[in-house]
């Protein structure tokens, strides 16, 4: 297809666009805060980055990082293993109620976390696991679970069905079947979907801070602890801000050529 | 369309599933349920309260009624306001990227990153980009001669927290219409070229359809999302001012942990709840009867 110069214009924009709020963040982490409240600098005089040694040689932050990390992980973990045998069952099959199953498992996602926050607490208190990566992990299922299915339902749909058929013909039992040659063919849809439920876990915070108290506080409860000891240390907040953004940044990174390639959407 | 083949054996391999959403799901809602029907005397002293709550929130000459449907009201613009702008935008841009290349992999990372600001930090950035004296977004408006200020006139806050939600979540829109546009066959292009089809006729003929399952995704999660919203305007409205960004979720929480008014709060979430089940399911039944109807 014939292109002109006008989507680079328009690209080149927005890009600049989207990354002024950012920049904003990083401009502010490298500067000190009297600088930053008393006056608008569109870059910083005198850049520091005290602030970032002092994150990363402090080991609360640093343990809270590792925590982060863990549930996110743990949760990407478990989403996209139990929403692959579901999202194949949903797509390729009609069972009692499939349609019905397959809304109420939407419904999980409309659920705002700040209504539910305190009831879950209860739950995770009772059952002992309050203050534990799993908490958190677990909890994050409640939307990551349903979204995955969602998503790998698509990718799957895009899988003709012959190859089911040819398969089972060559005498191949249905978990062969489904680790030897399906998972391969729907890389690009597990890679996008592990994408998405390492972002939603990792940018959630308020089930994670209620299910935490120290043991496993998370990197985002860390943050809004510095607030209040010295008032705004808004240098400390903004090289944080930035830190956080370092994961989810590898993680794109990588499945960027699964994006590419696209979904291969078969129904809704 | 083929017919799908019957097969309730297919129950196992959602069983692990239902699991782990039930797990979370059900007793959580249960408390939110049982907090609804029920009064409270203090220390723990519950009874049955029938459905006073409910018809207290769903009364708009109560006072908690009157809030609900401000609220509810405040919430469904803001949603539609959000969609109206990052659905268009998004599909805009995703046909501005390149298809291939050494570009589109950094493109994609630039893109996604507000994505992956944890939302108080993304509220905190807005807190202070916005501010008219230290932050450059602030500042710029102003000095373009528009008075703004986010933290005292109620317009100017609500048209932030919509400039903050299309900034941060546009780029779904955009990598989910990304990802359909890149299954698009070359042949599909190539016959439109043989046609000498226009640009426009290409995009209604033939991006916009093979979009529209990605973009009921898109559309249904963003709903969600922003009818939901809650993180970004507490850090940088706190709702205010006035109750100019006080969206559902804000003010249930203000009646639960604020004023510990359990019932009522309990009662207009599961309202609340319903809603928005209600207002996806329609879309989520225009949307596949409409691809049901193409198919066949």
């Known amino acids: ?268 | 369309m083929i017919e799908k083949p019957i097969n309730n054996r297919a129950w196992l391999l959602v069983l692990p599933v239902l699991a782990f959403v039930l797990f979370s799901a059900l007793l959580p809602m249960m408390t939110v349920v049982n907090y609804s029907l029920q009064d409270s005397m203090g220390a723990n002293n519950f009874f049955w309260n029938g459905d006073a709550w409910f018809r207290d929130v769903l009364n708009p000459s109560t006072d908690i009624g009157a809030r609900f449907f401000d609220a509810l009201i405040r919430n469904l613009s803001f949603s539609f306001a959000a969609l109206l702008i990052e659905v268009p935008l998004g599909i805009a841009i995703a046909l501005c990227l390149p298809r291939s290349g050494w570009a589109v992999g950094p493109c994609l990372v630039l893109i996604a990153l507000p994505m992956l600001i944890p939302w108080n930090v993304v509220g905190t950035i807005w807190q202070i980009f916005a501010r008219a004296d230290i932050g450059l977004f602030g500042a710029a408006i102003n000095g373009l001669g528009i008075p703004y200020n986010d933290t005292q006139d109620p317009v100017a806050a609500w048209i932030t927290i919509v400039i903050i939600d299309v900034w941060h979540w546009t780029p779904l829109v955009i990598l989910l219409s990304y990802a359909g546009l890149r299954a698009i066959p070359d042949a599909f292009y190539q016959a439109a070229r043989i046609d000498a089809a226009s640009r426009w006729a290409v995009f209604v003929n033939i991006e916009l359809p093979k979009l529209q399952k990605v973009l009921v995704i898109a559309v249904l999660l963003r709903f969600m999302q922003t009818f939901m919203i809650y993180t970004e305007p507490f850090v940088v409205t706190g709702g205010g001012p006035g109750s100019a960004t006080t969206f559902l979720s804000i003010d249930l929480v203000k009646i639960a942990l604020g004023q510990v008014d359990l019932g009522n709060a309990a009662a207009m979430s599961l309202i609340y709840n319903l809603i928005t089940i209600t207002l996806c399911w329609i879309f989520y039944t225009i949307m596949t009867q409409l691809d049901r109807r193409r198919d066949a």
């Open chain 1, 1 to 268: 297809m014939r292109r002109g110069v006008m989507p680079k214009i328009v690209l080149a924009a927005y890009l600049a666009m989207l990354m002024l709020p950012i920049y904003w963040l990083i401009n502010l982490s490298l500067r000190p805060n009297e600088d930053i409240v008393s006056r608008m600098a569109l870059w910083p005089h005198h850049p520091t980055l005290e602030k970032y040694f002092f994150i990363l040689n402090d080991p609360t932050w640093v343990h809270a990082f590792g925590v982060s990390l863990t549930y996110v992980l743990i949760n990407t973990v478990i989403s996209v293993t139990v929403a692959l045998p579901a999202a194949y069952a949903f797509n390729r099959f009609s069972f009692i109620g499939d349609k019905h199953l397959f809304f109420w498992l939407l419904t999980n996602l409309m659920a705002p976390a700040s209504v539910y926050a305190m009831p879950f607490f209860n739950l995770y208190y009772a059952v002992g696991l309050f203050d534990t990566v799993w908490a958190v992990a677990l909890a994050h299922c409640l939307f990551n679970v349903p979204l995955a299915v969602w998503i790998l339902e698509g990718f799957i749909g895009g899988v003709p069905r012959e190859i089911d058929e040819a398969a089972a013909i060559d005498g191949y039992s249905f978990p062969r079947f489904f680790i030897r040659i399906f998972l391969p063919l729907i890389a690009n849809g597990i890679g996008v979907t592990a994408f998405f439920c390492f972002m939603f876990s990792w940018v959630e915070q308020l089930l994670a801070t209620t299910l935490t108290a120290t043991n496993a506080l998370p990197f985002a409860a860390v943050m809004t602890r510095s607030y209040s000891v010295s008032g705004m240390d808004w240098t400390l907040l903004a090289a944080a801000g930035v830190l956080t953004m370092v994961p989810g940044a590898v993680v794109i990174w990588f499945v960027r050529n699964h994006i590419a390639k696209g979904f291969a959407l078969g129904r809704v």
